[in-house]
């Protein structure tokens, strides 16, 4: 803007000042007032330039996940993020001022605090420590700490900054991976074992196969032989009549030097001791093709009495034990379920009975056995004499690989795989010690439904 200067008669001069030097005086506030004018322009230019550099310095301690802390030299909060104030559950205007160590959970992080902030002033570099912090709720969070030092433009340190990552989301992370690649080692583990076991069932399913056709032509030929015997022995007891009327002597004496009625008279039991070994060889490899399909998932109605005289068969005959066993059996009990699988379960329960019964000098092993009806469930207890399971231990004898026996003498895998099979079949497997004394082991698996009665039955 330029201003026009009045004419002479409107503007009385100073006493010797003259008409040009008066123009020359006005031309220069002229000047000056649009050398004002231009400044205030670029002023302002330079105050929004500083408010937009202010609002992107503001977006970006806002968007920041990491907590920030700006401290002056004795350790007062002078600038903080939007991640620190949720993390503490206070305002920005709380927090100014605030000591840093009021942002500490316990007191004695404080000492850690002032001797970081100390090696970083003698070491003029930053440093990282772990500090526990309190959150909105009061609670403990981990916050791993890098803290710098601020110097002015002599060198001087007039403050700190203090950077922080909440750890709590990373340990959690890290504990769920370790959880998650525990987990990943012990289904390795039971697929090995399932694989042993299924190679294992194989073998025994191919051994059954190869000794059920030799069985078949014993209990065969042994029939025959025992319907051959029944036709010679009338043709002897004739022989003999005829011999005797006929007054043939040498025959008659043949016969005594013989032993022919003796061996006639233990022909029949010969033959029957033959069939019932033969029948109890059969009942064996049946059991063993029952066996061999463990890790089959076919689902049948399966008799719990028969599973569990056949377990109690199988420990006591193939293991060679001096076990006694009460069984207190509930005819008629029908889970749905896999026999095989049942089988398993039952013989690991009797077998670590007799383990842990045993293991008493002096003591002959018993287990009682019993199965009844609750409901729409079978309940299975086992109850040993043994000397009950240790406190410490009862909330782990289900986990895989845990043992109490000798090393060499269980892998910990028969109770873990054994809790398997049974929430597979929709059941629960417990433990406790008795009041009696002894563990007692329950097995509950639901019932099959009774089948509906014919209407007039």
Known sequence: MTRHAAPPSAHPHPKGVDDDTWLDVIQKMDDVYSQLLRDEVALEEKNAQLEVSQQLIYSLLSSMSDVLVAADA???????????????????????????????????????LQDMMRRTVTLRQGETVELMLHDATGQPVPVDFTATPRYDARRRCVGYV???????????AYRQLHEAHEALKLTQQQLLHAEKMSSLGRLVAGVAHELNNPISFVLGNVHALNRYTMRLRQYLDAVHAEA?????PQLVA?????RIEHILNDL????DGTIEGAQRTASIVDGLKRFSALDGEEREAVQVDAVIERAIHWVRTGMKLDFDVELQASPGCVVPGNAGQLLQVLMNLIQNAYDAASAQPGVLPVLKISTRREGHALVITLHDN??????????SIFEPFFTTK???????LGLSISYGIVERH????????????????????PAAKPAPVAPGS
């Open 74 to 112: 004795q350790g007062l909060i002078e600038q903080t993020n939007q991640a620190l104030c949720e993390l503490v559950g206070c305002s920005e205007e709380a927090l100014l001022g605030a000591p840093m160590h009021t942002l500490l959970h316990s007191s004695a992080d404080t000492g850690v």
């Open 162 to 172: 203090f950077v922080g990552r909440p750890m709590a989301e990373i340990k959690r």
């Open 244 to 248: 005797a009327l006929g007054n043939n």
């Open 254 to 258: 043949l016969a005594q030097k013989l």
């Open 268 to 271: 029949p039991s010969l033959m």
């Open 386 to 395: 043994g000397p009950g399971i240790a406190p410490e231990v009862l909330s």
């Open 406 to 412: 000798p090393v060499g003498k269980g892998t910990g």
């Open 426 to 445: 929709g059941g629960t497997l417990t433990a406790r010690n008795h009041p009696q004394g002894g563990a007692e082991f329950v097995l509950r698996l």
